[in-house]
C-alpha cells in the first residue's frame, strides 16, 4: 500500500492462490481496491535482467506457464517463512537454508567462489554481488519482525548512498 501511494503501478506477485492465508480482509480489501495495484496470483519471478542495473523482470505465470517481461527497474520482496529465492543460486550466495548471505555471513572462501572484484569487504548488508543489498525477511539471520526489516531497509539506504558516491 505504501508503494501504491507514490509509484504509478505496482505488481504484486503472489505465488499461492491469493492473500487471504497470510493477510487481513481489510488489507486485502485495500489492495484489491486500488488502482496502482495490479495482482498477480500463482505467479513468480524467473529472471531478473539489465546491463549494470535492473532494467526488466520476468515473470511465469502458473496457471498457464506463460512467461512475461516488464520494464521494471525495482523489486521488493517478501519471502515468508520459507524464501523463495532458488532463482537466485548462482547470482547471490545463500546459505544452506536458501536466505541470502550478506556482510560478515560472507566468508572470504564464499567471497572467492562468488568472484567478489572489490578491494573492501562488502557492507554489513550487501549479498555477494557489490552493490547488490539483502534486507528483512529473505537475508540470512534476520530476526524476522517487521521493525527490524524497517530498520535494515534505513541502514542499506545509506550504503546505497555511499556506494553510489562518485
Known sequence: MFLASTARRVHMLVRGEG??????????????ESPAIVLHTRTQIVALEGNGRLERIRWRDDRIGAIEAHEIGNVFMMTGAVPNTHWLDGCVALDDKGFVKTGPDLSREGLALAKWPLARPPYLLETSRPRIFAVGDV?????????????????????VHQVLRP
Not at 139 to 159: L, T, Y
Open 19 to 32: 492473500l487471504a492465508d497470510t493477510m487481513s480482509r481489510y488489507l486485502i480489501r485495500r489492495i484489491e
Open 139 to 159: 537475508r540470512g539471520g534476520n530476526v524476522k519482525r517487521v521493525a527490524s526489516a524497517v530498520g535494515e531497509g534505513s541502514i542499506a539506504v545509506a550504503f
